[in-house]
């Protein structure tokens, strides 16, 4: 059974919208994180949340929100949609937000803005 | 400024052969390194890691060098396999504060 979920697998949604990615781990992590990938950068730190409260925000823009309404979730909110937001969209926990807590990653989203 | 800095986007290597992966830091404060491997369509997961007390850290084919005078490491992968054609992304820490991540290096394995 996979232990960490994102939904959806892909997505593709036209600019100036809004979407919902979201993340679900089922290892008993106390830290989830986002992160986003593409072409343009390899691998971006966004967020990082330790007992649902948020302890790390390295995203400039405020159109990126993460939302915790467990302590197994951790969902981000995109709004105002850009083609450069299109990038895969990867979720992990580890099981506290020491920098040695081995990092468990999801599937990723792919999302595409048009 | 990059403070884990992986100077080759791309390397490749004949099967059987040794690849080597070079990693540098700025931050003479990291104590903790982890290799992270990635797959095409999956998420990064941990290869090997280690720590700054060490020198060297062998698991299997993969070996880290670890140079803290010089502030770079270097990961090994003997005896290259296609299978380990990746993207592998080398990783410092130190303290409770978070990951910082190299730029990744895809690693083409050729049969």
């Known amino acids: 059974d996979p232990k960490i979920i994102q939904k959806p697998k892909y997505l593709v949604a036209v600019t100036g919208s809004e979407k919902i990615l979201i993340c679900e781990q089922y290892l008993g992590h106390n830290a989830m994180y986002w992160y986003r990938q593409s072409a343009k950068k390899p691998l971006e730190f966004m967020f990082s949340y330790s007992y649902q409260k948020l302890m790390d925000n390295q995203t400039a823009s405020s159109r990126f929100q993460p939302q915790s309404s467990k302590k197994n979730h951790l969902d981000l909110q995109i709004t105002a949609l850009k083609p450069d937001d299109s990038a895969t969209y990867f979720c992990?926990?580890?099981?506290?937000?020491?920098?040695?807590?081995?990092?468990?990653f999801g599937p990723g989203t792919r999302l595409l803005v048009l | 400024q990059q403070q884990v800095r992986q100077s080759s986007q791309s390397l490749t290597v004949w099967e059987g052969e040794t690849a080597i992966l070079n990693c540098s830091y700025e931050n003479s404060a990291f104590d903790y390194f982890p290799w992270y491997q990635q797959f095409p369509g999956e998420g990064p997961a941990l290869l090997i890691a280690i720590r700054s007390v060490s020198d060297k850290k062998e698991d299997g084919r993969f070996t880290i060098f670890f140079n803290k005078r010089e502030k770079n490491l270097s990961l090994h992968i003997k005896d290259s396999q296609p299978g380990d054609s990746a993207t592998y992304f080398c990783a410092a820490s130190w303290g409770n504060y978070q990951l910082i991540w190299g730029s990744g290096t895809k690693l083409i394995i050729k049969p």
């Open positions: 992990a926990s580890s099981p506290g937000t020491g920098g040695s807590d081995t990092q468990y």
